[in-house]
């Protein structure tokens, strides 16, 4: 539950998500709260996020969760935990995630901030690549290459319940054998650091083809980005993002697209937003239920499912 101390910070964050870039589209993202369920013609999403010391909006927002006591993730200071069912086969090569802006922030971008990219892509992902100062920046990289953790499911059907991940630790790997068998049908190594690698090679990449139908799910987060006080935390660098807040650019957005198509599955938007009391009964609102239902649509069977 969040405590108000507005001397401290004006701002509050909100985080929004849908199945492409129109705000009007999206909806409000309980944080560490219970999943939200996200689909449109292309892709059914789970998603969850969860957020150390969270001081945002809902207000009736857990101020973090049980996450953050597992082994895994003691010092993580956030996480976009998700599942994607796919109503469409895309290629490896093609399915990218990062972040992307509307407008240009090459003017914004704080002293030493090419520093700090070096040290991303040194110490957390070698595959990110972009342009931070283009009208449209962006920072991609193969999201195979970049998950923290990658699971492959089965192939859903109609009785099957929509995953609610609120209380799973997604670890690396399968959730079944003939899951483990897609794994091992691409050569997909076993360990974290063995998939990020094997996927830095586009051949690996261009091999691997995401099914319609599959569940696949997929864990992102780090120690380095603080919502809490708006600020990049790097070893022995720190960034305040909060002094570039203005009403043009306050926001950060994480992508899931096809760099192919253009076409987008998922976008989360992190807005620092003017600190306002809530309404209580509007903050209820916000909180869904448990139960996320079935799948209304499955995946046309393709050859290998006929006998």
Not at 91 to 108: K, T, V, W
Not at 242 to 252: F, G, I, Q, W
Request: glycine content about 6%; aromatic content about 12%; some cysteine.
């Amino acid at each position: 539950m969040i405590t108000q101390d507005t001397n401290a910070n004006p701002y509050r964050l909100k985080v929004m998500a849908g199945a492409d870039y129109d705000p009007k589209t999206h909806q409000v993202v309980p944080v560490n709260g219970k999943t939200v369920q996200i689909e449109n013609e292309h892709a059914i999403v789970s998603l969850c996020v969860r957020i150390k010391d969270y001081t945002g909006y809902p207000e009736s927002s857990p101020s973090t969760s049980p996450y953050f006591d597992h082994p895994l993730h003691k010092n993580d200071l956030y996480s976009i935990s998700f599942s994607i069912i796919l109503k469409e086969p895309v290629n490896g090569n093609n399915l990218f995630f990062g972040n992307d802006f509307d407008h240009p922030i090459r003017d914004l971008l704080p002293p030493g901030f090419n520093a700090a990219l070096r040290i991303v892509k040194w110490t957390l992902d070698p595959s990110l690549d972009g342009d931070v100062y283009s009208d449209e920046p962006y920072l991609y990289s193969p999201a195979l290459a970049s998950w923290d953790q990658f699971r492959i499911g089965d192939k859903m059907r109609e009785t099957d319940d929509v995953p609610e991940l609120r209380d799973e630790i997604i670890e690396e790997g399968s959730y079944s054998e003939e899951a483990s068998n897609v794994r091992q049908q691409y050569n997909i190594p076993d360990t974290v650091e063995g998939r990020r690698k094997h996927f830095q090679y586009e051949a690996n990449r261009k091999e691997f083809d995401f099914e319609p139908g599959r569940m696949y799910v997929a864990d992102f987060g780090n120690p380095y980005l603080a919502f809490n006080d708006f600020s990049v935390r790097l070893p022995g660098f720190t960034l305040p993002i909060m002094k570039y807040v203005d009403e043009k650019n306050h926001e950060l957005r994480y992508t899931l697209k096809d760099v192919s198509t253009g076409r987008v599955y998922l976008a989360i938007v992190f807005s620092a937003v003017l600190y306002e009391p809530e309404d209580k009964d509007h903050s209820k609102t916000e909180q869904r239920d448990e139960s996320l239902g079935k799948f209304d649509w499955v995946a046309e069977p393709s050859s290998g499912d006929v006998e």
